[in-house]
């Protein structure tokens, strides 16, 4: 059932509180946010403003059966995925964050990864990826340097203020799901047919 919509107060008193991640071991893929804006620090659940288009997006790249609603974030799960952030704490933007704090969150992020050991770590914003992992030149797509046995992916930040993917970004999701696919049916194949989905 969709959260209730915050009142301003409640958005005012969402800054600097977290979201808890959505992660077990050895899913198929993490996704992570730059940082929970208020609206989702709020509503206690990811992604969960409006007007950002991960939820929809999942979908029509076919991550998702359906569009979930944000409160049914834990399903996620279910289905081999999982969410977290580079930095945890909500700001209204997320070019409140100094460059030292999401340097220091990428540090945390990469404990979290060796210690869960997700297939993928798909971080949705190219820039806090830059400025996290030291990699001033990093582009979209598959990363050459992995995290342990972690591929690392980079898409777009679904904000509803990055107008510029806003029409690529099914294409690009679509794109990172064919090779997610593609990788877990070699797992299978070298595993001799065995493995959960």
């Known amino acids: 059932m969709p959260s209730p919509k915050p009142s301003r107060a409640d ?5 600097n509180k977290t979201v808890p991640d959505v992660i077990a071991a050895s899913l198929n893929v993490l996704f992570c946010g730059i940082n929970p804006g208020l609206y989702t620090a709020a509503i206690g659940h990811h ?9 929809p997006t999942l979908h029509a790249a076919g ?7 944000p409160s049914e974030e834990q ?20 070019d409140e964050l100094s460059a030292v704090e999401i340097v220091a969150g990428g540090k ?21 990826y830059r400025v996290a992992f030291a990699r001033p030149k990093a582009t979209m797509g598959r990363q050459p340097e992995p995290i342990g046995q972690t591929t690392v992916w980079v898409l777009p930040n679904p904000s509803g203020l990055n107008v510029f993917y806003q029409k690529r970004l099914p294409d690009l999701f679509r794109e990172f799901r064919v090779a997610v696919v593609a990788e877990h049916d070699d797992h299978r194949r070298t595993k001799g047919g065995t493995g959960g989905g």
């Open 11 to 15: 958005l005012l008193a969402a800054a």
């Open 47 to 55: 992604f969960g403003r409006p007007g950002n288009r991960f939820w």
């Open 63 to 69: 991550f998702t059966p359906r569009l979930f609603d």
């Open 75 to 94: 399903d996620l799960l279910l289905l081999g995925y999982g969410i977290t952030n580079v930095v945890a704490r909500a700001t209204a933007a997320a």
């Open 108 to 128: 945390i992020l990469e404990e979290k990864v060796r210690q869960w050991e997700p297939r993928f770590l798909a971080v949705l914003g190219v820039g806090a």
